[in-house]
């Protein structure tokens, strides 16, 4: 049937609902919500998180015709945070 099926495992990504996570840490840690981000940038190999339309730019390509021999792929999208930390260097 042609049908092509891919996921996306998206690392974190700068919106409201990660604002709300890090708003309740900031609120356990006694620390402000950007100070949690940036704590949690740190552990990210980019050093940074994600924006909704880097997400985003990953679907547009995995159903694009770019991407039309790729099926039963999974896109690990986290700015290597799940690469451990001494593979990274620090």
């Known amino acids: 049937d042609n049908i092509r099926a891919n996921c ?7 919106t409201l609902m ?4 890090m708003q309740a ?3 356990l840690a006694g620390t402000s919500m950007e100070q949690e981000f ?3 940038s740190q552990r990210i190999s980019l050093r940074r998180m994600a ?3 880097e997400m985003a730019n990953c679907v547009y390509f995995l159903a694009s015709e770019q991407a039309s021999f790729i099926t039963g ?3 690990v999208a986290d700015g290597g945070g ?8 620090f």
Do not use: I, N
Not at 18 to 21: F, S
Not at 82 to 89: K, Y
């Open 82 to 89: 799940r690469v451990p930390a001494s593979a990274r260097g």
């Open 51 to 53: 924006t909704p339309a």
């Open 8 to 14: 996306l495992c998206p690392g974190w990504t700068r």
């Open 25 to 27: 840490a900031a609120e």
């Open 73 to 75: 792929a999974v896109l």
């Open 38 to 40: 940036a704590a949690l």
């Open 18 to 21: 990660a604002e709300r996570e």
